[in-house]
């Protein structure tokens, strides 16, 4: 839950960002890759890593509730800057700022774990698995350990050396949970001249935003955030959208187009069809590679 009592904005930005990652496959349709990845690539090398893996994020769920929304979240953000190379994993350096430091990097707070998975893996067979394969594993058992779904996930991914901030900014927009007011602020105060709030907002949802986002404090409010929190996996997210009660015009923009109407209907009426959407969606966005090497160091190269 965040610390503000609006339910819905935690059912609405975790979710938010997996249909517009939902949405971004379409682009990532057009580009072929051609991938090496296979499901059995640690089966002689490193056979121990994946349950090594599970249980550094069960622990950690256990302590910080909020870390299979960051992992989850983590993973989206390295596979649509550059693939999935670790390359949101590594820090700033010198002059460099990079992707972790950049404008959406707010909510990726759950390096600890990868850190602590690395330490983990490293210790029983060493310079073997990928930063970006332990972050692709991790965002799984995120899925699993919140009530979602578990998948194969295929391996063999290199780590990238390069990482930067203004790249970042291309994947703005939608983070997961988080948002600010002044992302959705539009909607609730003087939305145009006729009327203060957008009609496709539900009303009493509208009425508990504008108590979180009171008007006086726009100026201030550019720096509020909601805290990534727990989620529960699930197919709220498209309901919600049915009720207009969702953060972001592009949510609501959703009921728009006939094709996205029909998907958002199909989701929010059939767990099992939206799940299924997510894990191939899922396979495929984590199947974008791009990296070098087997990183050390999850946060710098070698
Ligand atoms: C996010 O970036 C700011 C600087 O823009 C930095 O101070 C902060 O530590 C970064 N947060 C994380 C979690 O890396
Ligand atoms: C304000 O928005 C409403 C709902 O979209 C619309 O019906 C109305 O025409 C708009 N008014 C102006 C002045 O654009």
């Known amino acids: 839950m965040y610390k503000y009592d609006i339910h819905e904005c935690h059912a609405t930005s975790l979710k938010a960002s997996m249909a517009a990652f939902l949405s971004s496959l379409l682009i990532f349709s057009f580009f072929s890759f051609a991938t090496s990845l296979t499901l059995n690539f640690y089966q002689k090398t490193c056979p121990a890593a994946e349950s090594i893996i599970r249980k550094v994020v069960v ?12 992992l989850l979240r983590m993973h989206f953000h390295d596979c649509f800057i550059r693939g999935c190379d670790g390359s949101v994993l590594l820090n700033s350096k010198g002059k460099n700022t990079a992707e972790k430091d950049g404008p959406p990097n707010v909510s990726l707070h759950a390096f600890y774990v990868i850190d602590n998975a690395k330490k983990a893996v490293e210790s029983v067979c060493p310079g073997v698995v990928s930063c970006a394969d332990i972050l692709a594993l991790a965002a799984r058992d995120a899925v699993v350990v919140s009530g979602g779904p578990s998948w194969d996930v295929p391996k063999g991914r290199k780590d990238g050396r390069i990482s930067k901030a ?16 002044s ?4 909607r609730i105060h003087n939305f145009n001249s006729t009327t203060g709030i957008d009609p496709s907002l539900n009303p009493s949802f509208a009425a508990s935003l504008k108590h979180v986002c009171p008007a006086k404090n726009n100026a201030k409010s550019a720096g509020v955030a909601m805290d990534p929190s727990s989620f529960t996996f699930d197919n709220t997210y498209y309901k919600l959208i049915l009720q207009h009660k969702v953060l972001f015009s592009s949510d609501n923009a959703l009921l728009n187009s006939p094709n996205t109407r ?16 997510f894990v191939k969606s899922m396979i495929k966005m984590s199947s974008i590679t791009g990296g070098q090497e087997i990183r050390k160091d999850c946060r710098v190269v070698n």
Do not use: E
């Open 183 to 186: 992302s959705f602020n539009n």
């Open 59 to 70: 622990d950690a769920t256990k302590h910080d509730k909020t870390a299979p929304a960051g």
């Open 262 to 277: 029909s998907l958002v209907s199909k989701f929010a009426s059939s767990k099992d069809a939206y799940v299924n959407a």
């Open 166 to 181: 203004n790249l970042a900014a291309l994947s703005g927009g939608h983070t997961i949970g988080f948002s600010h007011c």
